[in-house]
């Protein structure tokens, strides 16, 4: 039995469920990424190999020949096509709470932020899993989230480049609205499936994945002027080649560009006219997306037009949601989480 005082403790988390990566960062320090996957064994052989009737992350994707992945997000929303996504959801959270090693006894108070149309559209289901394994908890939108973090909650416009979406958030001073959120479904992935495709149309003896497209991007990703050559040793026939891909990397880094000049720009006019030109200098890119070079020159100079425009990426695109949603949950008093975002428990 838990004494007086350890009831009395409370364990606060800030978790970002992302559609590639789920963050975690408590009161106590802890701070870990997992890949946001779960793996079950195919049948009874995996069983025995793995010892266990799941695993998570990394771990899931290595042990891919014998065990079924699951993605719990696709699209921006939790999937709830079968139980099993249901289940892996439950599993891939529980998960990254235990990497944060709450003590027995103690209260868990997390505040779990996901892609805008997941916290808009299933942030039910979100809570019920939730609701389970914290005491109490919150779901909101994680490109709110972000603003938080960096105190820019008035006046600015984040973008959150994600693997499953781009999350677009103009920040007013109030909690966003469905109407001050968009959620794009070109983002990193679709990337990476149009750079494998526009390889193997240039070079239709190469193999490439859109796994192998993505470590490419990240590492030569690019959008507007190129820098540098982009060659690759890749593989045709079996055998390591170098390949010249740089218009092939710059054609699928930029497929995500109008999107975002065009919903941005909607936003703008969403702001007062006065204040409009503040929100022009308070453009925040956030995301794993955001490190492609050129993004912040190439949307400033699209919106030249709308006055001196500053675009800053967050320095932790990584934890920037996760590390805001802590921020949260430390500084705001429980009472007042309910007028923030959905909670549960108590
Ligand atoms: N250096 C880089 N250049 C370009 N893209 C990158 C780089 N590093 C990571 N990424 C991309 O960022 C994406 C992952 O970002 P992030 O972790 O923010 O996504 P997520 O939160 O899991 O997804 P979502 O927000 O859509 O649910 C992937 O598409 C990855 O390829
Ligand atoms: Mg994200």
Redesign the pocket.
């Known amino acids: 039995m838990a004494s007086t005082a350890d009831q009395n403790r409370t364990l606060f988390l800030g978790i970002?469920?992302?559609?590639?990566?789920?963050?975690v960062m408590s009161s106590r320090g802890a701070k870990e990424?997992v890949r946001?996957v779960v793996g079950y064994p195919k049948d009874i052989i995996g069983v025995k190999l793995l010892d266990r009737t799941s695993i998570v992350g990394d771990e899931a994707l290595d042990k891919r020949s014998y065990v079924n992945l699951h993605f719990p997000?696709e699209d921006?929303v939790l999937k709830e096509s079968s139980e099993k996504d249901t289940q892996a959801a439950r599993e891939l959270i529980q998960h990254v709470i235990s990497l944060a090693h709450p003590q027995p006894g103690e209260r868990v108070c997390g505040i779990v932020g996901?892609?805008a149309r997941?916290s808009i559209s299933n942030k039910n289901q979100l809570l019920r899993i939730t609701d389970d394994l914290m005491n109490f908890s919150m779901v909101v939108s994680?490109p709110f989230m972000v603003a938080y973090g960096l105190n820019k909650l008035t006046n600015a416009i984040i973008i959150?480049?994600?693997?499953?979406?781009?999350?677009i958030c103009a920040m007013k001073g109030t909690i966003p609205g469905a109407d001050e959120q968009v959620t794009l479904m070109k983002?990193?992935?679709h990337?990476?499936s149009f750079l494998a495709n526009a390889v193997t149309e240039s070079y239709p003896d190469v193999q490439i994945t859109p796994l192998l497209a993505?470590k490419i991007?990240?590492?030569y990703?690019f959008v507007g002027h190129p820098h540098q050559d982009v060659i690759v040793n890749l593989r045709s026939g079996g055998k390591p080649q170098p390949h010249e891909i740089t218009k092939e990397v710059k054609a699928a880094?930029e497929t995500i560009i109008s999107d975002i000049i065009e919903n941005v720009e909607q936003l703008i006019t969403s702001f007062d006219p006065e204040d409009q030109e503040e929100a022009v200098s308070n453009i925040i890119l956030?995301?794993?997306?955001?490190?492609?070079?050129g993004l912040d020159e190439i949307i400033t100079s699209s919106l030249k037009d709308y006055g001196p425009v500053n675009v800053v990426r967050v320095s932790d695109?990584?934890f920037s949601?996760c590390a805001g949603a802590l921020k949260m949950a430390t500084e705001l008093p429980e009472d007042y989480w309910n007028q923030v975002g959905d909670v549960i428990g108590s």
């Open positions: 970002d469920l992302g559609t590639s990566r789920t963050t990424v946001s997000l921006g996901v892609p997941a994680e959150d480049i994600g693997a499953g979406t781009i999350d983002a990193g992935n990337i990476d993505q991007k990240d590492q990703g880094c956030a995301g794993g997306g955001s490190r492609l070079t695109p990584i949601g």
